[in-house]
């Protein structure tokens, strides 16, 4: 029986990676996987899924106004599709994902984050949490040592943003994964200065 799968993490926590080992692990055993990423993840090109350690591979583009189910009918044979960045896909590719596990049967697994750099919930990545069949923690680690769960944006300051659109690309050079507290004492001492 196949599976909606959910697998997130904050920035840095090795997502893509993820994502392309397990994509190499199914062909390994002959399997065809339908990679994908949505049209708004275009910092390594718009159809490439690169990961920090260097594995990178091409992957197909969604954009909002696809339909998967649609797409789905024109790739042939796919016995699993692995889907990065899935906090940036609409609610509706969300539902379209799990009408293809449930009516196809085919495993869908989602790579994300959970949330932005104010912690709060992207649409793709709330709409996994209501209707995965499984859920995953990626973890990794803040500066302090503590599990990171805060994606915090940092200017070109140095210091770290509070305010702006939820969405904005970047790697190491924007983000940091941070522990709540650490996040929280870090804000609260800019503001006093």
Known sequence: MAKLYFKYGAMGSSKSANALIT???????????????????DRDGRACIRSRIGLW???DVITPQDDVCALLERQGKVDVIIADECQFFTAAHIDQFRRIVNEKNIPVLCFGLRT??????????ARLFEVADSITEIKTICSCGAKA?????????GRIVTEGAQVFLGGNESYVAM???CWSEAIRRQNES
């Open 149 to 157: 769960i805060v994606n915090a944006r940092i200017g070109p300051d």
């Open 116 to 125: 932005d750099f104010l912690t709060h919930m992207f649409p793709g990545s």
């Open 57 to 59: 591979a091409e992957a």
């Open 23 to 41: 994509k190499f692990n199914y062909e390994e055993r002959g399997m065809r996987v339908w990679l994908l990423k949505p049209s708004t993840d």
């Open 179 to 181: 522990c709540h507290k």
